[in-house]
């Protein structure tokens, strides 16, 4: 079964727009949300987590919202801009386990100029 | 630093044929990790290890075998390939930490078995 659930598949925004790409999750012990970032012949890069204590951390043009009692989390990419077209993906793990993260199944974002 | 390296970049395997992907990180990292990627699917965990004489199974074992001799290598073995072994193989190293640290991926190894 899959244990973190991804959406869209894919997403297409204009330049200047709103991504926002969701996750959720079904295991409660999962204490550690990372979103990956992955260009084409690349391995993914982290770009921005959050632990379940915090309802929403924002790095730059990037935001992660956290729902825990509903165990979904989102990710928001304010201002879009073509050099973020990539594929995201979502992860979580348990406490103090990032070597052992399980990924959603990814969105292939395409941000048009 | 050259972070994680791994080699090869591309392989074509025959099915029954076996193969090692290398797997080196230079940041003395405790932790490492292989992962495989397939369309639609996501990464999905193979094997890990939390340190040099210690591993352990993922998501998807099957058919794969590691070992961890250095704290700086992780190779991982495919035995006997088969066409379902057909992906994107990425491997990461993950230092120790209070908390969470971030896992750092190498560029993969496109594998295809005909």
């Known amino acids: 079964q899959q244990q973190v659930k991804q959406s869209p598949q894919s997403l297409i925004v204009q330049k200047g727009g709103i991504s926002i790409i969701n996750c959720a999750y079904e295991n409660t012990a999962f204490d550690y949300f990372p979103w990956y970032q992955q260009f084409p012949g690349k391995g993914p890069a982290l770009l921005i987590a959050i632990r379940p204590d915090v309802s929403e951390k924002k790095e730059g043009r990037f935001t992660i919202s956290f729902n825990k009692s509903a165990k979904q989390f989102s990710l928001h990419i304010m201002d879009s801009q073509p050099g973020d077209s990539a594929t995201y993906f979502c992860?979580?793990?348990?406490?103090?386990?990032?070597?052992?993260?399980?990924f959603g199944s990814g969105t292939r974002l395409l941000v048009r100029p | 630093n050259a972070g994680v390296t791994q080699t090869p970049k591309f392989q074509v395997l025959k099915t029954g044929q076996s193969m090692t992907l290398q797997c080196a990180q230079d940041m003395n990292h405790e932790y490492m990790s292989w992962y495989r990627q397939d369309p639609g699917m996501g990464l999905r965990l193979i094997h890990y290890s939390v340190g040099a004489g210690i591993t352990d199974q993922g998501e998807v074992p099957n058919g794969y075998n590691v070992s961890r001799s250095t704290t700086e290598d992780f190779p991982l073995r495919l035995l006997s390939a088969a066409p379902s072994q057909t992906s994107v193989y990425f491997c990461?190293?993950?230092?120790?930490?209070?908390?969470?640290?971030?896992?750092?991926f190498g560029q993969g190894t496109r594998l295809t078995v005909v």
């Open positions: 990461a190293s993950t230092p120790r930490g209070r908390q969470n640290t971030e896992a750092f």
């Open positions: 992860a979580a793990s348990p406490m103090d386990s990032s070597y052992k993260l399980i």
